[in-house]
């Protein structure tokens, strides 16, 4: 599917200025600290590569919502000296991203030279795929280069429509390329069995689908998070005052899931928790028990997989060889119902040092892993969270199909 696309190492970049579209959407804390540079770390080979074979690299990002409206907050100024110190060699700015003034910015630049430009979202076309936003980008690089993954599902301009000024000399980048080699496994379904995906969270009207394109290939599917009470509610459960997300179409899909399930004769490839840990409010002080998850009382809702779902995920994951995790399975932001996700994350990583292959993506999965201190165990922390489960839809992303497309 991805084997014709171009990638860097298709061009010679000498005398070239190159646009490079990056996701430096990193987190910050209240004082503009960066609390993951994952995303930034992620980026530099493509960035080193491209200026160690005398490219001049033009880079642009998002950063944040600023919903078309300019801020001190939002602006990408202060990655300028983290990323100088990151690449040992001073990077430029400038605080627009379209325009003559940064036309001539440049135009000025040299061999190997980097110029780093504001947060495209302060213009408001940049998530209306505008074309001539897009036009106005376009003519700052002559080669263009999308090496963000996590936000090559969007239809934003720079990602979707940029490409197209471009006709032939459009590429992703090295980390784009890692994303997809490490995706593969699961794209293919190839991966060494038995295959188990576990997805999480509160959402399911974004995990819905791919649910139905896993039961082709997965041994065992986990779904633990508020993302089980639709299932739960649907075979006649209490769930009592627990998260439900309201979509009518849910209904619909679930009943297909669960008929696909049947068809298929992998009636028991689907594992719910079978226990929670409930509580009265939604407060790290407030009063717990643990309750079957089909039981819940009326003023109660389910935070956390309880003490036995544990133990059966866990054993699920010990014996699994493939694992692919996204989203947690109970509040664990709050310490109170953080136990399940963080007994999730230490067997991931449990099983990737005996060898299994492990990938986990979305933001809380990782942060989870950090807290436990076992990232660095994972055998890949992808840096997209929505890119990734629209991967697993097995649909090409909107990004690579603007690549893909002259
Ligand atoms: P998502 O964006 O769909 O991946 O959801 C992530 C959020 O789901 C996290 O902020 C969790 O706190 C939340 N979450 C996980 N389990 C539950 C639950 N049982 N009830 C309410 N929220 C939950």
């Not at 379904?189 to 689908?209: A, H, Q």
């Not at 436990?372 to 991967?391: F, M, N, P, Q, V």
Request: glycine fraction near 8%; aromatic fraction near 8%.
């Amino acid at each position: 599917m991805l084997e014709d696309i171009k990638t860097i190492d298709d061009f010679d970049f000498k005398d070239q200025i190159v646009l490079i579209r990056v996701d430096f959407n990193v987190p910050v804390d209240k004082y503009h600290q960066i609390t993951d540079d994952t995303r930034i770390q992620s980026s530099l080979p493509t960035i080193q590569n491209i200026i160690s074979r005398k490219g001049r690299i033009v880079l642009i990002s998002h950063f944040g919502r600023p919903k078309g409206i300019p801020s001190q907050i939002y602006s990408l100024k202060f990655l300028t000296s983290f990323l100088s110190k990151k690449l040992k060699f001073p990077v430029k700015f400038y605080e627009d991203c379209i325009g003559e003034k940064v036309e001539k910015k440049v135009s000025e630049l040299k061999n190997g030279e980097i110029l780093l430009l504001e947060n495209l979202r302060f213009h408001k076309e940049e998530e209306e795929e505008n074309e001539n936003f897009a036009f106005q980008l376009s003519k700052l690089g002559n080669i263009y280069v999308n090496d963000a993954f996590g936000v090559s599902h969007r239809l934003h301009t720079s990602i979707t429509v940029l490409p197209k000024f471009f006709g032939e000399k459009k590429c992703i980048g090295l980390l784009m390329q890692k994303e997809f080699q490490f995706l593969k496994k699961f794209f293919s379904g190839k991966g060494e069995k038995p295959i188990t995906v576990l997805l999480g969270g509160s959402k399911i009207s974004s995990k819905i689908e791919i649910i139905e394109n896993l039961i082709d290939f997965a041994d065992h599917i986990l779904i633990g998070g508020a993302m089980s009470y639709p299932f739960i509610k649907m075979k006649g459960g209490e769930i009592g005052n627990s998260f439900l997300e309201k979509d009518k179409k849910i209904e619909k899909i679930l009943k297909n899931i669960l008929d696909k399930c049947k068809e298929k004769n992998k009636e028991n490839i689907l594992s719910f928790p079978k226990d929670v840990v409930i509580s009265d409010s939604f407060e790290n002080t407030s009063n717990t028990k643990i309750s079957p998850i089909d039981s819940i009382p009326n003023g109660w809702m389910g935070l956390d997989i309880g003490p036995s779902s544990i133990k059966n995920f866990c054993n699920i994951i010990e014996k699994s060889k493939t694992i692919l995790w996204n989203g947690p399975v109970g509040v664990f932001e709050l310490a109170n119902f953080s136990l399940g996700t963080k007994s999730i994350a230490k067997k991931i990583a449990k099983v990737t040092e005996k060898g299994a292959f492990s990938l986990v993506g979305g933001g809380d999965s990782i942060s989870s892993l950090k807290m436990e201190k076992c990232d660095k165990k994972i055998s890949y922390l992808s840096t997209g969270g929505g890119a990734l489960l629209e991967s697993l839809k097995n649909k090409i992303l909107p990004g690579i199909k603007a690549i893909i497309n002259t």
